[in-house]
C-alpha cells in the first residue's frame, strides 16, 4: 500500500480550487467528471508521483450511484483536505485484512483512465473518514501527465482520536505520513516555489 493522492472538497469546485491555490500558490489544471458519482475536479502535480485534486458535486450531473464517494453528500463548511487515497496493486488482497467498511471494490473510468476504487455503501470510510480510500489503477496513472508546480509533499498529518488503531490497521511505510492522536482532521505541508506552505 502506498501513498497515492490527496483530495480536497469543496461546497463547489471554485471553492475547493481557490482553497488550494490560496495556500500553495499555484495554479491546478483541468481535470474532469465523473459519471458514476455526479463528480468532478480539478488537479496538480506533486513530485514523488504523487498528485492532489480539488474535487465537488458536480450541480450538472446526475449520478448514477448514491451515495457519492469521499461522503460527498454530507460535506459542509470550508473547503479542506477531505480524504486521503492509497494504492495497492492487488484491491481485493489488500481489502481482505481492512474492516469491512473500507468499501467494496467498484470500476470506475474517466476518459482514457481506469481504475478500481474501494467504495464504501454509505460513502463514509472508517475512522470518520481519516481512513484512506484505497485504489487500483489499471493502465496508466495520471500523476505522469500532470505539469509540476514545483510542489513536493512534506508531510501529512492524519489525526484521530484512535490515530494508533488506525495506523495499526495500514501496512504503510511511508515517512511523510505521520498520525497524532486528536480531533479528525487533515494537515499537510508542502514546499513550494513560494517556500513551506500549509494545506488543512
Known amino acids: 500500500m502506498e501513498l497515492d493522492h490527496l483530495a480536497v472538497a469543496g461546497d ?3 471553492a475547493a480550487v481557490a482553497h488550494v491555490e490560496a495556500a ?3 495554479p491546478l489544471q483541468t481535470g474532469g467528471a465523473h459519471a458514476v458519482f455526479g463528480t468532478h475536479n480539478k488537479l496538480l502535480g506533486l513530485s514523488d508521483g504523487l498528485y492532489l485534486e480539488a474535487i465537488a458535486v458536480d450541480p450538472d450531473a446526475q449520478p448514477q450511484r448514491l451515495p457519492r464517494w469521499f461522503d460527498l453528500d454530507r460535506f459542509s463548511g470550508q473547503p479542506r483536505i477531505s480524504n486521503w487515497i492509497c494504492r495497492s ?3 481485493e488482497q489488500a481489502l481482505s485484512g481492512l474492516p469491512d467498511g473500507a468499501g467494496q471494490p467498484l470500476q470506475l473510468t474517466r476518459a482514457d483512465l481506469k481504475w478500481l476504487m474501494a467504495v464504501p455503501g454509505t460513502g463514509r470510510l472508517p475512522f470518520e473518514n481519516m481512513f484512506p480510500a484505497l485504489i487500483q489503477w489499471q493502465g496508466p496513472h ?3 501527465r500532470l505539469q509540476q508546480q514545483g510542489c513536493r509533499l512534506r508531510r501529512l ?3 484521530h482520536p484512535e490515530a494508533v488503531a488506525l495506523q495499526a490497521l495500514l501496512p504503510l511505510h511511508d515517512g511523510r505520513i505521520v498520525f497524532e492522536a486528536g480531533a ?3 494537515l499537510a505541508e ?5 517556500g513551506l506552505r ?3
Open 184 to 186: 479528525a482532521g487533515f
Open 12 to 14: 463547489c469546485l471554485e
Open 157 to 159: 498529518v492524519v489525526a
Open 89 to 91: 496493486e492487488d484491491l
Open 190 to 194: 508542502f514546499e513550494t516555489p513560494h
Open 142 to 144: 495520471p500523476a505522469p
Open 24 to 26: 500553495l500558490g499555484v
Open 198 to 200: 500549509v494545506l488543512r
